[in-house]
């Protein structure tokens, strides 16, 4: 199987029976290999609609899908499924499986052996922070937050190229959600899948997207693009609306001050407090200096000094 | 007995003084008995519970898969089988007679169709139990049809199935005994034949009774452990 794969939306529509507005109108999309695509837009904007097409829950009226190549509507559909990580909202566990045997499902249905299932699971539940003993305890017995954690697990047992996420931690505590889109991008980073993510929170798509496609209501396209640069140009008066009136302070907040250019080691020596860590993001950055009514921060990388900071020069980041 | 003109006074076994005097509940007439009238009327009677319901659950079944899978076949299976449930037994019984005779068929269709109105709904119940989110995670990863029914469905049908079982055997224990009205089998004759005396013979009536009462227990506690065996999910505390 490879590594990820590339997903092409190809004039797509989908109508919906008795409805005079398309669900997905017309959708033409492509998104590369190895991508982490966020859908997002109000609600009765057919991004569910649009993920759900791609396993074929959903069937639709014109348009083509093709991952890698390959038009969806030509494979076979429990192939197409196996070869796809399914994660939605509910979570879906099976209350009946024990942990272990969930993350095993598909697995199981492409006829590995026991051993191999097992220790599939155990490496699973390692990698999204579960103990291999959860492997024995039923559904009924987690957290929500360790439920979703097991629903990400049994996505990725096959080790399939492609994941689709269903507003997968919409249902959770804003602790647990925070923490768990943390783990979330790390996975993405270290496994390589192409993920295509639905949700409606606006802060959740330019938090994890690499790529973010916005859909207004009818199902249409608004803008696709990288968060910077729909922050910096939205296509429209619906996306300028959508990403909110502070997005020059959203922009600011998808880099840290070790990505920017710096000034030289100024006055900041001479104030041992102000400083931040190199991974702090510009926009806690210039909090920190209002607070401090500061102009200026050091930037350390440990111990070591990268350079100045100023206010003045957050504009020319934009 | 009584032949010589004396007092007509049925021989029920030792004609000890507790039988001769009908007490309450007489042990000894009971041990007497157990081999010639008890014994047997318990066995035909787990008999004729058995095959009603083995037999009713074989029907309940497909249908109820049927109803599953096409929605709208539930309403007239189950007017079908509420209709016999409105019969009352005894005419039942009476009405199947020009067409089966007085054979244990006739008892039997009468206690199969109690057992369908039992089971079928209760099956139809359990195939939709499982949630639509885990249908949809099932459908997901790409089981088939048949592999979300045998895997995900039925097996979340169970306590429900067990559930309807249950009711099903308790109720058909206590229905049998009526059977007894057109055939000499079953734990309802001894009391059907003490009940056509001018003075009924309490310890007959009561120790049939009792049995049939344990006989209803006694099936339940194995459906229970049936039930705690096939389904050990649910006991999953947190």
Known sequence: MSEAAEIVFDHVTKRYEGRVAAAVDDLSLEIPSGAFCVLVGPSGGGKTTALKMVNRLIPFDSGEIRI???????????????????????IGLFPHMTIGENIATVPRLLGWDKKRQRARSVELLELVGLDASDAARYPSQLSGGQR?????????????????????FGALDPITRHRLQTELRRLHRDVGKTIIFVTHDIDEAIQMGDRIAILREGGVLAQYDTPDAILAQPADDFVAKFIGEDRALRRLALRTVGEVPLRAPGIAFAVPDNWVASDTTVRNAVSLMLELRADELAVKDGERILGTFRLGDVSSLL | MGSDGGPVIPNFGHGDSCVTGDHTFCWGWVQDHWGDTLGPALWQHVELTVIAVVIGFAIAFPLALLAHRYRRLEQPFGALSALVYTVPSLALFQILVPFTGITWTTVEIALVGYTLVILFPNIVTGLRSAPDEVIEAARGMGLTRLQVLMRVELPLALPAIVGGLRIAVVSTVAIATIAATLLPKGLGYPIFLALKEPTPFKTEIYSAGLLSIALAIGADLLLVALRRVTVPWTRAAR
Do not use: H, K, S, W
Request: a negative charge; proline letters at 9%.
């Open chain 1, 68 to 90: 890698d190549g390959r038009n969806i509507e030509q494979l076979p559909l429990t192939e197409l499924r196996r070869g796809i990580g399914y994660v939605i909202q509910q």
């Open chain 1, 148 to 168: 979703q954690r097991v629903g990400l697990a049994r996505a990725l047992a096959a080790d399939p190229p492609l994941l689709l996420m269903d507003e997968p």
